[in-house]
């Protein structure tokens, strides 16, 4: 069973979400701010957190600091009533995995909760299988038939993200939402640039494809 933290300094808030987690299979431990949610960590295990940006003592923007700069590398899904651009940008230039603006809609929230989680597995075996073709996160390469292949890191995390949720469509912008979060100039188009450039270097692989889907963006189909 995966243990999800909530910190959330609003009772009823954090009261709902772990009903909701609960009655979806997860363990839900508790932290009414981030002070507290750091003297847990050192009692409990957590798989996930689920962050409220504004609480007292210390808020989501200096415990995801605080945690990352400790070496941490739980997933967060931070939880705001802040939709400005720059609290988003604030939010992942800290380190935060993925972003929700309050009211929060409880499917769209388990369902982000269970793609961490999935993406947090991925990373933590470094390494990810497509029939003959192993994607290696610490080395940023892939392997085809004996074949090693560098990539820049941007094209691989591009590469691995596609992977890692195959038939998913993923549009340009969530693509650079995570991908280029912090590079506000970036153009989407750059997305394009970088995905010719991954066709090109695995042109010859047949154990997957990258789809371009009209109109929306991207997706990685496996082949049979």
Sequence with gaps: MFHIMVAED????????RMVLEQNGYEAVLAR?????MELLDKVHVDLIVLDV???RMD???????LRSGGWNLPILMVTAKEAPADKKKGFIVGTDDYMVKPVDEEEMLLRIAALLRR??????????VGDTVLKYDELSAYFQGTRIEFPNKEFMLLYKLLSYA?????RRQLMDELWAMDSDTDER??????????ERLKDNKDFEIITVRGLGYKAVKRE
Excluded: C, W
């Design 120 to 129: 947090s597995q991925i990373v933590n075996e470094h390494q990810l299988v």
């Design 60 to 66: 989501g923007y200096e415990f995801t600091e605080t």
């Design 33 to 37: 701010d981030g002070l507290e949610a």
């Design 190 to 199: 750059t997305v394009d640039v970088h995905i010719n450039r991954i066709r």
């Design 167 to 171: 038939n998913k469509i993923f549009t």
């Design 10 to 17: 609003d009772p009823n808030t954090r009261r709902l979400m």
């Design 54 to 56: 504004m609480m007292p």
